[in-house]
């Protein structure tokens, strides 16, 4: 049993096995990123940088991992858009910095939807685990708007160039079996096998050789840290001077009426990811 020390949307459990694990515990809202979640974030990944213990693992509860940014906090606000959207990504590049910077090793574990800033959080694991049915999609031209939350960084170095401008051009959808082949995770797993596989893989790693560990992933991530957080200032700039403009609200709108509301017999949660960037 781990003990919770944290509170909603996000979560800290320390595991007796010293693996910390960040949730994101939001699954009405299918963890979507408004400023709330944002800054809750933020806030645990700091805490969490304080004491990592041996290993972090970033999971979620819920059907989804992250939808990415909640359109419904986006939209509406007119001259206020981009300033409302900067402060968002900026809170989660907070925390993107934070755990890419984590000594330990970060295991992340995908179930349902990764979308908009949810492949950001998906990505700046060390080991990426995703079961066969998640769903990786960018998603962000159909709204107008570019990556955050480091997709746009993270997605050449595991892809390659040619792969990235797939993803973020033309939103492809991947399945956790595809997101394995393309690189853009470790391995995928049987939906019924992912929590105790992503759990098992942290725990092994949090009783390892310490210093080894910690040296290795120094080694993989040298000289990194800084090139990270100029590219994430970067994004936040783009994507909040792009939410500013007329051609990125009015596709939010479209995009909240054609899919703000479930299909025939679809549920509430369908409809939560469907006000997202999924």
Known sequence: MGLSVSTEPVRIVRHPDRVVELRLDDPGRGNALD???????RDTACEVAADPGGAVLLRATGSSFCVGGDLRAFAGRGAETGAYVHA??????TAIQALYELPVPVVTAVRGAAAGGGIGLALVGDIALAARSARFRLAYTAIGLTPDCGA????????????SADLILTNRLLTGDDAERWGLVSRSVGDEELDDAALQTAAELATGATDALRAAKGLLRADTSDELRGHLAEEARLIAALADSREAQELMASFLAARGR??????????????SVS
């Not at 400023?35 to 974030?41: D, I, N």
């Open 152 to 163: 746009s960084w993270f997605l050449p170095r595991l892809v390659g160039p040619r792969r």
């Open 88 to 93: 968002v990504a900026s809170a989660a590049h």
């Open 35 to 41: 400023l709330r979640t944002a800054e809750a974030l």
């Open 262 to 275: 479930p299909k025939a017999g679809g549920s509430r949660s369908e409809a939560r990811e469907a006000e």
